[in-house]
């Protein structure tokens, strides 16, 4: 489909969240039912038949002609199965009665959340060789966990974790070790024209030429940079539109990701202020792990840039991403309309 029809399925999309959520802590009755559906768009592309792998990473499904990323849709439904989640255990897991070094810990079996989130990072991993992913879900969920505590041992272990899993995914899988090499050479002379190597030269090539001011709207060379229209979207701006360009979506990423975090500041109960850090760290961790991969920062991932790179799981996804935004700063409503909603909800999973 079009970008256009993608548009207007996602301003749908939008429109019929606010219409079924009616209240953001009707989600919260359904905490595992969210979490199941979740994880089986997760999964979904790993099933025989239906799953495509395009670039390496097997995220892809194809349904007749309809080819989506189910994943785009299941992220945001992980995210309100944490929120609800890690309210109804929040207590738990903010008792602490080890310590190590300046850090209390919970008791060992309430460390279990934070182990399985790192195993289902490393399967994700495993099963759909897809880096970026498995980094985007890892971060969330210890970043709503230790907002959730309040507890920062929860993200020296969850770094410490990464590491562990991020090393062990460059011994064991060659696409990753070839992304790291990128990351490193990708300018070396040479390997500048090798597979690979040359996308992220084309890109740095493209963002120097650029500039300050760029070299215009429309003009430049963008189309030399391998998927300028998705995952180098923000070289293909840098080219065009320069520094001051790069910059603008930088703040506009910046005012979101506040504004989301604004709206959690000002959430009348926990599982409001989880969910709305959890979508704006959703938005934040994916503009800084795409962006971070195109200049360089870090070795380059799939993930999509929100609301500007090409992609129409993504652009849907991030409508009902911002419909909840909406909803969760729209505040609570009053009991009847409250119940209302929450037949609609009813009969919408019916």
Not at 77 to 94: C, D, G, H, N, P
Not at 150 to 174: Q, S
Not at 289 to 296: A, D, K, L, W, Y
Request: proline share 5%.
């Amino acid at each position: 489909m079009s970008i256009e029809t993608w548009i207007i399925v996602g301003l749908l999309a939008y429109a019929l969240t606010l219409i079924i959520v009616r209240d953001a802590r009707m989600l919260d009755a359904y905490t595992y039912t969210i979490g199941l559906l979740g994880l089986l768009l997760l999964l979904l592309p790993v099933a025989p038949g239906i799953g495509r792998t395009i670039n390496g990473a097997r995220l892809w499904v194809q349904i007749g002609p309809i080819g989506f990323q189910p994943a785009e849709i299941g992220k945001v439904l992980v995210v309100i199965f944490l929120a609800s989640y890690l309210t109804q255990k929040r207590e738990l897991l903010q008792v602490a009665t080890a310590r190590i070094g300046p850090f209390r810990l919970p008791p060992a079996k309430h460390l279990g959340p934070v182990l399985l989130a790192w195993g289902a990072s490393l399967a994700i991993l495993f099963l759909q060789k897809d880096l970026g992913a498995s980094l985007l879900y890892f971060g969330i969920f210890v970043v709503m966990l230790w907002v959730a505590t309040g507890r920062a041992a929860y993200l020296v272990i969850g770094l410490i974790l990464f590491m562990i899993g991020a090393y062990a995914g460059w011994l064991l899988f060659d696409h990753v070790q070839l992304r790291v090499d990128i990351w490193l050479h990708a300018l070396d002379p040479g390997k500048v024209f090798a597979q690979g190597y040359g996308q992220l030269a084309q890109a740095e090539f493209g963002m120097a030429s650029g500039g300050i001011v760029g070299t215009g709207l429309g003009q430049g060379s963008p189309g030399l940079i391998p998927f300028a229209s998705t995952d180098f979207i923000f070289a293909a701006i840098g080219e065009e539109l320069g520094l001051l360009g790069t910059t603008a979506v930088l703040l506009l990423i910046l005012v979101l990701v506040g504004k989301g975090l604004r709206v959690a500041l000002h959430a009348p109960d926990g599982f409001s202020t989880l969910l709305a850090v959890g979508l704006s760290t959703l938005v934040a961790l994916q503009a800084f792990v795409i962006i971070g991969g195109v200049t360089r920062i870090i070795p380059l991932t799939g993930v999509t840039l929100p609301f500007v790179s090409y992609g129409g799981s993504s652009l849907v996804s991030n409508f009902v991403l911002l419909a909840l935004l909406v909803r969760v700063s729209s505040g609570p409503m009053a009991p009847r309309e409250r119940s209302r909603g929450l037949g609609l909800l009813e009969r919408a999973e019916a």
